[in-house]
């Protein structure tokens, strides 16, 4: 793996490189989802101002491509400046390439992209299973879908998810005087 090029954006994490437990990324995750839905509810406000669309089925592909796309930026922006979202903030982890220093951004895009993986698997599950049997024995796969992702973590020799493996990154715990 090549050294990141470019200097690091925020002061690298002094000591180990300890990975937070499942429960704090978890809650982080529930957190993030809550803001989640004011960013995207903002976004397809804006989406539909613009478009004059009367209704969510109005132009549903540009809409998702465009919530896709203000929600990568949403990621991009905060990991880019800090290692952080505010969730991650406020349960003390950042994120941080695998030698504790900033991720370069096409790290981040990567990162951004892989993370998809398993929730869309989760998804085409949920309506496969939804098509083959009927809704009720999907719902129990739509209260699982959103673990999936933490499966991996238990193979992993750090904990870390699928996707990070993948693109280089790792989640850390963040010292309290060190959080900006």
Known sequence: MKPNPTPPKFKPIAGNLATPTRARRFASMMYEGVLLFAVVFLADYLF???????????????????????I???????W????????MKAWHIRLVAV????PSFGRLVVRFLLMWALPLLGAASVWAISKLT?????LALIVAAPFAV???TWFSPQQQFL???????RLVN???SENP
């Open 150 to 152: 933490f499966i991996p």
């Open 163 to 169: 996707h990070d493996q993948l693109a280089g990154t």
């Open 134 to 138: 009927g809704w009720p024995s999907a």
């Open 99 to 102: 030698d504790g220093t900033s």
């Open 72 to 78: 990568g930026g949403y990621f991009l922006l905060c």
């Open 80 to 87: 880019t400046r800090s290692g952080q979202t505010l969730p």
């Open 48 to 70: 539909d101002t613009l478009t004059q669309s009367k209704h969510g089925l109005m132009l549903r592909s540009a809409r998702q491509a465009w919530l896709f796309l203000v």
């Open 174 to 176: 963040v010292p309290t």
